[in-house]
Nanobody, 123 residues
Framework: QVQLVESGGGLVQPGGSLRLSCAAS????????MAWHRQAPGKERELVAS???????NYADSAKGRFTISRDNTKKMVYLQMNNLKPEDTAVYYC?????????????????WGQGTQVTVSS
């Protein structure tokens, strides 16, 4: 099995910054893609930023110019640096990873989600 654990959320004033971290663990053989999604109260979950092995990052329009996604493949971690935060960024942020892991007998694909970390932007 594969587990993802997020950290770094919290309360921040408008214009402030936060850095989210996500650590993947388990019998992971390779991670093809990692991403951050968020879900605000009463709204659907949406993609914020993603990064694919061998490719560049991809950002939602709302994140462009303010958020930066990065990966540490050695540590199996993904980060989301969020600057100039706005009240509308308030949401639960979820880490997602897709790749391959060693199952009981064979190699299997995984699509894992973390439990989420709350980000609140308020004065």
């Amino acid at each position: 099995q594969v587990q993802l654990v997020e950290s770094g959320g919290g309360l921040v004033q408008p214009g402030g910054s936060l850095r989210l971290s996500c650590a993947a663990s388990g019998r992971i053989l390779g991670i093809n893609a990692m991403a951050w999604h968020r879900q605000a109260p009463g709204k659907e979950r949406e993609l914020v930023a993603s990064t694919i092995s061998g490719g560049g990052p991809n950002y939602a329009d709302s994140a462009k110019g303010r958020f930066t996604i990065s990966r540490d493949n050695t540590k199996k971690m993904v980060y989301l640096q969020m600057n100039n935060l706005k009240p509308e960024d308030t949401a639960v942020y979820y880490c997602n990873a897709r790749g391959v892991y060693l199952g009981d007998r064979v190699t299997e694909e995984f699509d894992a989600w973390g439990q989420g970390t709350q980000v609140t932007v308020s004065s």
